[in-house]
């Protein structure tokens, strides 16, 4: 009888601990679950890629420029501006609207801290025109530095160990999830970097024409040159036109590449001048490792 007695004991006592472990585990979850996320503030769409494969599920990510946007034209909604106020992180990147917007941002929310992306980037000048009988062979645009660095595979590693660094800074407990998502996403970076520049090695034709210059750091990667046609924001006069039809013919161009963001009015008349046509690639979609693995099997078919 005394044996009987104390097999239930023991029951009783595995089955209440086994109770109170699972109820202290499912508190715990719960308690994770309910941690506030990280409101974090991003220019452009690639920018909400890379937070959200660093931060993972402690972010909560918001962009500035939406789908179909310019980041050269953009005024922040005054939505936007309110949500700032929620945020703890923005993530800068030297796109034009923030050289406009960014005191004003900083100074409407003085809590907000603004975390450059650039830091560590060599930046290029922004290329504007190209023209064969100019002594320089492009003229740069006054100064001002290429933003495009979010096209640049290597670049987006500097950029993501910049956006882990900021996100450890407030919120250090979980340094090491950071790191450890932070090392996924570079180890994708190097593989698809290692694809393009073996896709792209046979390319017979090292030129391309773009409307908009977003692919100087890019082309540099690969060994590959863009030749602009927009002159300093706008579209090329008649003469401008004329040269571009000239070199275009020159190095066997029949593709002008456009985006949807830019008019795309004088891209097709030197296409047509030229027997050539557009076509449309999108360096500001959101998928940023899938886009850029179409961007560059686009390359590699026109080019080869």
């Known amino acids: ?31 994770k679950s309910d941690v506030e996320k990280i409101k974090v503030f991003v220019s452009i769409l690639p920018q909400a890629y890379f937070v959200e494969r660093v931060g993972g599920d402690r972010v909560d990510v918001s962009v500035m420029v939406g789908p179909g946007q310019s980041p050269a034209t953009y005024e922040p909604m005054p939505r936007q501006m309110v949500e700032l106020s929620k945020a703890k992180l923005f993530f ?13 941002i900083s100074s409407a929310h003085p809590k907000l801290k ?4 650039r830091r560590g980037v060599k930046l290029f000048p922004m290329k504007t025109h190209h023209h ?30 910049n956006i882990c660094d900021a996100l450890i800074s407030v919120d250090g407990v979980c ?13 994708d970076l190097d593989k698809l970097d290692v694809e393009i520049a073996q896709n792209l090695k046979g390319a017979g034709y090292r030129k391309f024409m773009v409307f908009h210059p977003a692919w100087g750091y890019f082309a540099s990667d690969y060994d590959m040159e863009q030749i602009p046609v927009e002159i300093g924001g706008k579209d090329p006069g008649a003469k401008e036109l004329a040269n571009f039809i000239e070199e275009a013919k020159n190095d066997g161009i029949k593709i002008i590449f456009v985006q949807k963001q830019f008019s795309e009015k004088s891209a097709e008349a030197l296409a047509d001048a030229i027997g050539g046509r557009t076509i449309q690639i999108d360096p500001l979609a959101k998928d940023y490792l899938n886009n ?8 590699r078919k026109i080019m080869r």
């Open 92 to 104: 800068r990147i030297g796109v034009p609207f923030e050289d406009v917007w960014m005191d004003r």
């Open 132 to 161: 064969k009988e100019d002594t320089q062979h492009a003229e740069v645009g006054r100064g001002r530095n290429d933003p495009h660095i979010w096209l640049s595979l290597k670049l987006v590693k500097i950029q993501a160990k």
């Open 175 to 187: 340094g090491e999830y950071y790191r450890e998502n932070l090392k996924a996403f570079q180890d």
């Open 1 to 31: 009888m005394k044996n009987l007695k104390h097999i239930f004991a023991c029951i009783f006592c595995a089955v209440f601990l086994i109770f109170c472990f699972s109820n202290d585990n499912s508190y715990a979850k719960s308690k």
């Open 114 to 117: 603004v975390i450059d992306t």
């Open 292 to 299: 850029m693995k179409i961007i560059a099997e686009t390359f």
